[in-house]
């Protein structure tokens, strides 16, 4: 029970935090960001985070190719993290790039740390979802609105594009350190031995004996 407790706490605290600075960015980014680009720009970049994500889940639809990225799981956070780092640096001289950049990224690789983490979901929380979804729930909602309210006191504070774009890779790096916690606290699967195999008599004699009734 305390391991499914420490795991809950983890995955609802990442929930809350991830929220929180989308509550608290979000507005921040709309009025600085997406206001100054072009209405087909954004219907690109749209298309964008939302295609990608079909075919990635497309991707990890392959067992081999889902458990492959599964174990390079903490590479692909390193990854998005460095070129996020690299695209909010370009917001301070390109917007549009900058806006094109972080959606491919968001599509992508977000999208990949996303659905490869619902293994942890399979795993540890098959008991007990309907609380874990209850409490996730709660907590983003709580992060989202906490974030929201702050964000109209840091109106005047971040109102430069590489400022809103540097605390979205602080949001990412904190969260996918929540993420690593859990990650590393489950256990990788390893395949049998030969001498650990169950011994097929048993089976067969199971087998004849429903035969022979």
Do not use: C
């Not at 979802?129 to 109106?155: E, H, K, N, P």
């Amino acid at each position: 029970m305390k391991k499914i407790r420490v795991f809950l706490d983890v995955f609802v605290l990442s929930g809350f935090v991830s929220s929180f600075f989308y509550g608290f960015l979000n507005p921040l980014y709309v009025s600085v960001i997406l206001a100054h680009l072009d209405p087909r720009i954004i219907a690109v970049g749209a298309f964008m985070s939302s295609g990608f994500p079909v075919l990635i889940g497309a991707v990890l639809g392959n067992r081999r190719i889902f458990k492959r990225l599964y174990v390079a799981l903490p590479w692909l956070m390193v990854i998005e993290l460095i070129i996020g780092s690299a695209a909010a640096v370009v917001a301070a001289f390109d917007l549009a790039v900058y806006y094109l950049a972080s959606m491919v990224v968001v599509g992508v690789f977000s999208t990949s740390v996303v659905f490869l983490l619902q293994k942890i979901k399979e795993k540890r929380y098959r008991a007990h979802r309907a609380s874990f979804d209850r409490r996730y729930a709660m907590a983003d909602a709580f992060g989202s609105g906490t974030g929201a309210v702050l964000s109209i006191a840091a109106v005047s504070v971040l109102s430069a594009p590489l400022a809103i774009a540097a605390a979205g890779v602080v949001q990412t790096a904190l969260v996918y350190g929540l993420f690593l916690i859990m990650y590393r606290r489950i256990p990788a699967s390893r395949k049998r031995r030969a001498d650990e195999e169950p011994h097929p008599w048993p089976a067969l004699r199971l087998q004849q004996a429903g035969f022979a009734a």
